[in-house]
């Protein structure tokens, strides 16, 4: 199991980005969260198989429903084995 850590910027924030890529993520099989940052970014933990990974950060970068992704930082870090995916308030 691989875990990856995103930081996406842009238009991220109250426009369901991170309700989208929660269910993009499920979808998938991937657990972790998503968690909107106090300057305007949302983070993005992942973990599960590479491949499925690698599918959920191509659908950020495509920017879900009205979101505009205009960055996106990858890391690559140790799993948590977390049991679902998530929104974090």
Do not use: W
């Not at 929660?22 to 949302?42: I, Q, W």
């Amino acid at each position: 199991m691989k875990c990856i850590h995103l930081i996406v910027s842009g238009r991220v924030q109250g426009v369901f980005f991170r309700d989208n890529t929660r269910r993009k993520a499920k979808e998938l099989g991937l657990n972790g969260y998503a968690k909107n940052l106090p300057d305007g970014t949302v983070e993005v933990v992942a973990e599960g198989r590479e491949y499925k990974l690698n599918e959920l950060v191509d659908f950020i970068k495509k920017g879900p429903g009205v979101a505009k992704v205009e960055g996106i930082k990858v890391k690559h870090k140790e799993p948590e084995n977390f049991k679902s995916f998530e929104i974090i308030h």
